[in-house]
């Protein structure tokens, strides 16, 4: 992901959502990994033709859970820590659970129980 608020989000990914650095190379990449998924995140220089170039055409980022109630508990957590939550947490016709915030950068994040990938 490219993204403006690299400190935050960073500081966001691996102090609230619990992933943690697999390798950073330079100050601008950093890769975090949840051990079930992983991002990279790339720094968007300030100024200039680059940051016009960047345009995203990301929906959601989903990240899996393996139980419904671990989708109510990251809920809670999250607006504990004075995260807003886009959408609160509910339930799927197909079984599964889940809810959206926005990361520091606006990013949608999803947490979802999915049971056919959920392994819960």
Known sequence: M???AFEEMKQFYVALLGFRVEWEPDPNNVYLTSGA????FHRVPGTGDYEKRIESTLDH???VVRTPEEVDR???YLEGHGV???K???AHRD???SFYFR????NQIQIIYHPPISGG
Do not use: I, M
């Open 61 to 63: 980022l989903g990240l």
């Open 88 to 90: 609160q947490p509910r």
């Open 95 to 97: 079984g599964a659970r």
């Open 103 to 106: 990361d520091p950068d606006g």
């Open 2 to 4: 490219h993204v403006r």
């Open 37 to 40: 998924d992983n991002l990279a």
């Open 74 to 76: 990251w809920a809670s």
């Open 84 to 86: 807003v939550l886009v």
